[in-house]
């Protein structure tokens, strides 16, 4: 094991130890590029001086999350699979009086706007509770805010039309100097909290939970732990909705799910997984 390796074991028992964060779990070179980027970040020699901060200047910790966090994402990212929901479980979340969706990394909060567009097209949003998650809590106040850069409106209005969206994306928000900003109806039934995956235990009893590409930066270990999360906290023949580069054939708990459409990574709860 060289130098570096055993700085960044140090620096996973020091976020631990200190303040409770466990990255064990992480897949080991995504971790490291990250650490690696801190020290970039804040212009430090090495990861034995980040050490040094995380364990002696509480105020530094926020920044360590942020930078460990990976808040990608965009409006309706993956059209076929926000079209998939709207026309395929839609549909059956129709027939409960309520609905409560899990979406659990929501980073900036994209997906959550997105869903909140979809769901009210379908006539569903007021009858349903969207708890909006992640560990980050920089990424949750920008997810609060719904305020995005204007470059990305094109793309994403391209998007919401692939995803089957019935209007038009510039109904739902209001742009000034470079930035749009969401309608602040869209999040009235959402509710944002920070919750920890590798740590924290069941969030909330859910008809419908997406995760989508979080599970890639996690071990197989806590993907698997993960998952069974998710299986504890949905409701019988609930829907998982993972990321379409996530692949959870060979998770010991991916025997609880079946596959409602393998290739966009939606599965329902139930049933031994298809391959």
């Known amino acids: 094991m060289d130098i570096e390796d055993i700085e960044i074991e140090l620096f996973v028992r ?7 964060y466990d ?19 804040h212009d430090m020699k090495d990861i034995s ?6 364990l002696h200047e509480d105020g530094f910790l926020a920044r360590v999350i942020e930078g460990l966090s990976v808040p990608v994402s965009e409006m309706f990212r993956d059209p076929k699979v926000f079209r998939a929901l709207r026309d395929t479980v839609f549909p059956v979340l129709a027939s409960y009086p309520q609905i409560n969706i899990w979406q659990a990394g929501c980073a900036h909060g994209q997906e959550i706007y997105s869903l909140a567009i979809l769901l009210e097209e379908a006539g569903l949003y007021e009858r349903s509770q969207i708890y909006a998650t992640d560990f980050n809590d920089a990424a949750l106040a920008l997810a609060q805010e719904g305020i995005y850069a204007t470059r990305d409106a094109r793309d994403w209005s391209r998007n919401y039309q692939e995803a089957g969206g019935a209007r038009s994306l510039s109904d739902y928000y209001s742009a000034r100097y470079d930035f749009i900003k969401l309608d602040h109806r869209l999040r009235r039934n959402v509710t944002f909290a920070n919750h920890n995956l590798v740590t924290d235990d069941v969030f909330c009893e859910a008809h419908l939970i997406l995760c989508r590409n979080v599970l890639i930066y996690f071990s197989n270990p806590l993907q698997d732990r993960t998952l069974g999360l998710f299986r504890d906290s949905l409701v019988r023949d609930g ?12 998770a010991p708990s991916a025997i609880d799910f079946s596959a409602v459409d393998s290739s966009l990574r939606i599965y329902r709860l139930g049933g031994r997984l298809a391959k």
Request: charged share 25%.
């Open 14 to 20: 020091a976020m631990q130890l200190r303040h409770g």
């Open 23 to 41: 990255f064990s779990g992480y897949a080991p070179a995504s971790l490291k590029r990250r650490v690696q980027q801190l020290v970039r970040t």
């Open 49 to 54: 001086e980040l050490n040094r901060h995380v």
């Open 239 to 250: 829907f998982l909705c993972l990321g379409t580069r996530e692949n959870i054939d060979f």
